[in-house]
């Protein structure tokens, strides 16, 4: 019969364990001092299917960890740290202080919260040099993207994003291989080089790109806008040339 663990119920001798965090800096004692644990196991032989102890249950748990001021349960391994071959199931927060990879699909019934601000995507950088965050892109004849430097460029693709106080919620396309790639904001809040000598710009300003190289500026002819604007303003420069934050909104 399947037993429903409950985080809420009491186990018996046992006081319900205090929140804690993990501290990925500081030494695990069982571990620089195993002596001093209570019972230590130590699996050795020939063969690699040696294990050091093993806990079997009919109809509840196999294995119950819990401290009164620390952590539970403690795992570590030269390659997993932990396997499971089932489902898994997490009652509490899930802290991920590494990279997190997935290969099967999510169903999420609650609400997704991303600290980032922007949608991004990577893109093959043909001047990687030039193209600090904040600074206005355009596709290149190659599939990848330049830093702008026409007025009202249709090829318009989006702002390097990571500049100011915004960073990326997600990036589209990340890859391992290409040095040369950055994420593109297509989407969402980004902090942008915007030049308000030819006009000024006011919140809620349509911007397009600018002969500044990298900059956009206010869309003051909504006739060249149309297919070239980038996002709206979404605070005010009088003049000269600034970052502003924007919101992305390509049309």
């Known amino acids: 019969m399947a037993s429903t663990f409950d985080p809420n119920k009491s186990v018996p001798s046992i006081s319900k364990p205090k929140p804690t965090s993990i501290d990925p800096n500081k030494p695990v004692p069982h571990l620089v001092t195993p002596q001093g644990a209570v019972h230590v196991f130590k699996a050795e032989g020939e063969f690699g299917d040696k294990v050091a102890a093993a806990a079997f249950s009919v109809s509840n748990f196999g294995v119950f960890a819990s401290s009164e001021q620390g952590i539970g349960l403690f795992a570590t391994g030269i390659e997993l740290a932990a396997e499971f071959e089932g489902s898994v199931k997490i009652s509490g927060s899930c802290d991920v202080i590494g990279d997190l990879r ?3 699909n999510h169903t999420v019934d609650g609400d997704i919260q991303l600290s980032g601000a922007d949608y991004a995507e990577d893109f093959d950088i043909a001047d990687p040099e030039d193209a600090e965050p904040g600074t206005v892109m355009v596709l290149d004849d190659f599939g990848g993207v330049r830093m702008s430097n026409t007025a009202y460029d249709r090829r318009v693709a989006g ?6 106080g915004y960073k990326p919620a997600i990036i589209l396309d990340r890859q391992t291989l290409g040095a040369d790639r950055r994420p593109l ?8 080089k915007v030049d308000a000598s030819h006009a000024p710009i006011a919140i809620g300003d349509l911007l397009t790109t600018s ?9 003051a002819n909504p006739a060249e806008a ?7 303003a979404l605070r005010p420069l009088a003049s000269g040339q600034g970052l502003v934050p924007i919101l992305v909104a390509l049309q």
């Open 102 to 104: 997935s290969r099967g």
């Open 159 to 164: 702002v390097i994003s990571g500049a100011g």
């Open 185 to 192: 904001a297509l989407m969402g809040k980004v902090w942008c």
């Open 211 to 219: 002969s500044t190289p990298g900059h956009a500026m206010k869309a």
């Open 226 to 232: 149309f297919g070239a604007v980038i996002g709206k």
